[in-house]
């Protein structure tokens, strides 16, 4: 090793130690000493144990070992492993105590031990060190004592939860305590103790505190879908939203009647969604160093949360706190006794008092009194969508889907509205091979899925909205046929339409008689219809498939025939040529059963599902059958796949 490594260590230490058993106190502050450390070759030597863990890579990182470099992936770090991230990138580092050090874009560092313990050199970028609450609470018994260096002097903390941020600037250290009690040393000795909510500039020459500046974050409230309202602190009365926004203060209440709210944070990605039927009190929103702070008091209903990438985020409820060190998408619920709290993506951490439990991605927590939080998974949405392009979704009250990929492990998922994924949905964090989502009643949601290194996994994109209209305009169709000696072909798809017969209007008479009959079989007609003018209207079904006769004779007011009828050709021809699938039954809203009819017809080269079975479909693409409901509420979800097409779902809810 050069001379001029021990003097670098010298110069650059920042100290944070941990220790095993009984809280240890802080030591008192010294200059940082030269440190010899044990010589090694560039290569790993065998049966030596890892130092640390990466866990989590995201975006462009590289690992520099042994002098070659390559693309980062989770594994082990050995002594000499340098890790540097790009302009998107992120690692975190796992330790055998369980504390964690987290290390943003445009960062390097380097993983060394000396004679007290591990060391983590920091030549630029910033790290969160973390020591939970678990370790603090005696939890796990491994010592690890970790120096992290940067050229300004050094940071102690004990073995009490905490959370430190450390950035190293061009001319100086900047020292962000967020949780716990920390003492800083600048290189020429001169020692400052800082907690919670103070933030320290180390200089070569100096440690200067201040108090971490707080800063109020204005807070628009929009009406996202439908009736939205705002209530004035102390004001007895509710005002609709305006449609450019209402700016809250401190103390302002917000309901959602018929639709939803829409709270966004002023320079943040942040934004809260207030579900129908919910309300709530907004007590402050604030801005300390990195972290953005909102007090909210959730009185009754839903509140959705995407938390911004990039900040830590605290949101702060009755007796329930949620904290995430990045990109989230929670959704919030009030229930008679405290919450429920579900991470569609994301990892949080929940915080009552001095407990601190962790949630993760696509796990749902309820909190009641002060019993330990129950986490359980979460079920994938009953609509599954595979990540494919241009999937079509025909619904009307479906709540939510689940957007589903193949590879399993940890990804980055980013869900949108637009192709250019700039108005996100949600962002973070996921594990489990899928995400629910929010099904919008009109519009559409592109996804992709990255691997923590950046590389895609999957993709796709589906778009959302009423049934469409193909089956009521076959419903309203309907045909005119004249009298004449010509034969009328009506090809139909669906069920057979209404028809209006038709003749020349005759003086003298004041209404006209139709009578329909089955070719060959003059002997009874299959349907009789009157009207007062020479427009007869027949419903729709009542003439099946096949060939008919048919007449309309003018009739006086004393029901004598002004002249005779002139039998006419009608023919009836299904065409299963539709273009879409039609599903007559069931109806959307009607009440369930332990079983439901379903009856409609597909287009001639389609197969069919239902609830994910396959559905049999007779000769002429028709099916009438019967099914098990499934879900709460009940619905049916019929699924069409067709040859070089994207699938389209055409989902019925029902009571």
């Not at 959730?298 to 990039?310: D, N």
């Not at 605290?314 to 007796?319: E, H, W």
Request: aromatic residues 4%.
């Amino acid at each position: 090793m050069s001379s001029l490594r021990p003097r670098l260590l010298s110069a650059l230490c920042l100290l944070l130690a941990t220790g095993c058993g009984e809280e240890e106190p802080l030591p008192a502050a010294s200059p940082p000493a030269a440190v010899e450390k044990p010589a090694r070759g560039p290569e790993v030597d065998a049966g030596v144990e890892a130092l640390a863990r990466l866990t989590t890579v995201t975006g462009e990182v590289r690992l520099e070992r042994g002098g070659k470099l390559s693309p980062a992936t989770t594994g082990p770090l050995w002594r000499g492993d340098a890790v540097e991230t790009g302009a998107d990138g992120g690692v975190t580092v796992l330790f055998a105590d369980g504390r964690t050090v987290e290390v943003g874009p445009e960062a390097r560092f380097l993983l060394d031990e000396d004679a007290s313990g591990v060391v983590v050199a920091v030549s630029r970028g910033f790290v969160l060190s973390r020591v939970p609450a678990e370790r603090a609470q005696g939890k796990s018994s491994p010592r690890v004592q970790l120096t992290v260096l940067t050229p300004f002097g050094l940071t102690r903390t004990g073995s009490d939860a905490s959370e430190v941020r450390v950035e190293v600037g061009q001319d100086e250290g900047r020292v962000e305590v967020l949780l716990g009690t920390v003492e800083v040393v600048a290189k020429n000795g001169k020692s400052v103790r800082a907690t919670q909510g103070q933030v320290l500039s180390v200089k070569p020459e100096s440690v200067t505190t201040r108090v971490l500046e707080l800063a109020t974050v204005q807070v628009t409230v929009h009406a996202g879908s439908g009736r939205a309202e705002w209530r004035q602190k102390g004001s007895a009365r509710w005002r609709g939203v305006d449609r450019d926004g209402e700016a809250l203060k401190a103390g302002d209440s917000v309901r959602a009647r018929q639709g939803s709210a829409l709270l966004r944070l002023e320079g943040s990605e942040s934004a809260l969604t207030l579900s129908p039927g919910g309300e709530l009190v907004v007590e402050g929103v604030e801005r300390r160093g990195s972290t953005d702070e909102a007090r909210l008091d959730l009185l009754k209903g839903e509140l959705g949360l995407m938390l911004a990438p990039g900040r830590a985020s605290r949101v702060v409820l009755p007796g329930l706190s949620l904290e995430s060190d990045g990109a989230a998408r929670l959704d919030v619920r009030r229930t008679g006794d405290g919450f429920t709290v579900d991470s569609r993506v994301g990892d949080v951490t929940l915080v009552r008092g001095e407990a601190r439990e962790s949630l993760r991605a696509g796990e749902r927590a309820t909190v009641a009194g002060a019993a330990t939080a129950r986490v359980e998974t979460v079920e994938q949405a009953p609509l599954v969508l595979a990540s494919t392009a241009g999937q079509q979704v025909f619904h009307k009250r479906l709540s939510e889907v689940a957007l589903t990929w193949e590879e399993a492990g940890e990804v980055r998922v980013e869900v949108a509205s637009d192709a250019e994924f700039k108005k996100p949905v949600l962002v973070g964090v996921a594990r489990r091979g899928f995400v629910n989502v929010t099904a919008p009643a009109k519009g559409a949601l592109y996804w992709r899925v990255r691997r923590p290194e950046g590389s895609e996994v999957a993709r796709g994109s589906a778009f959302f909205g009423p049934e469409r209209s193909a089956k009521g305009e076959l419903g309203r169709l309907r045909n005119r046929v004249p009298e004449g000696p010509e034969k009328t072909t009506i090809f139909f798809q669906d069920k057979p339409p209404a028809i209006t017969f038709t003749c020349q209007a005759e003086p003298g008479a004041a209404s006209y008689k139709v009578a329909v009959y089955r070719s060959g079989a003059l002997g009874q007609p299959v349907a009789e219809r009157s009207a007062s003018s020479p427009q007869v209207p027949l419903e729709a079904g009542v003439l099946e498939e096949g060939s008919f006769v048919w007449s309309i004779t003018p009739l006086a007011a004393n029901g004598q025939p002004v002249r005779g009828g002139r039998m006419s050709k009608l023919e009836l021809v299904f065409d299963n040529s539709v273009p879409t699938l039609i599903v007559n039954a069931p109806r959307e809203g009607q009440r369930a059963g332990r079983r439901v009819r379903v009856s409609g017809v597909a287009p001639v080269d389609a197969k069919l599902f239902v609830n994910g079975r396959p559905l049999a479909l007779d000769s002429k693409h028709r099916f009438d059958t019967w099914v098990s409901s499934e879900g709460r509420p009940p619905r049916v979800v019929f699924k069409m796949s067709r040859p070089g097409a994207p699938d389209v779902y055409s989902v019925r809810t029902l009571k």
